[in-house]
Nanobody, 124 residues
């Protein structure tokens, strides 16, 4: 299974971005697996943003982001999205997508497959 993330870039504070992550590989892995976005800012640990599952919907890992960041998935396209509104300089990070080892977001499963990351840089 491979995950291809895209959509990052250099933007000014206040704008919106949509990140995409497309899964490819053996069939069946994507359909019943929870999908999550993470990010890692310079000098900081990787943090979870949110998760989406066909079984139990959407979960926010970080409460401080849930009002600006929205996760979704398009099963027909094997793609998950992260819409980020009102970007701030502190949102500067490498954003990673991952397929978890559980079909449920509520299980807080560990990432089983990682995408390569896409860099988002927010200037003030």
């Amino acid at each position: 299974v491979q995950l291809q993330a895209s959509g990052g870039g250099l933007v000014q504070a206040g704008v919106s971005l949509r990140l995409s992550c497309t899964a490819s590989g053996p069939g069946g892995v994507w359909d019943d697996t929870a999908f999550a976005w993470f990010r890692q800012a310079p000098g900081k640990e990787r943090e979870g943003i949110s998760c989406v599952s066909n079984r139990d919907g959407m979960f926010d890992y970080t409460d401080s982001l849930k009002d600006r960041f929205t996760i979704s998935r398009d099963n027909a396209k094997n793609t998950a999205y992260l819409v980020m509104n009102g970007l701030k300089p502190e949102d500067t990070a490498v954003y990673f997508c991952a397929l978890l080892n559980s079909p449920y977001c509520s299980a807080y499963g560990r990432p089983r497959y990682w995408g390569q990351g896409t860099l988002v840089t927010v200037s003030s």
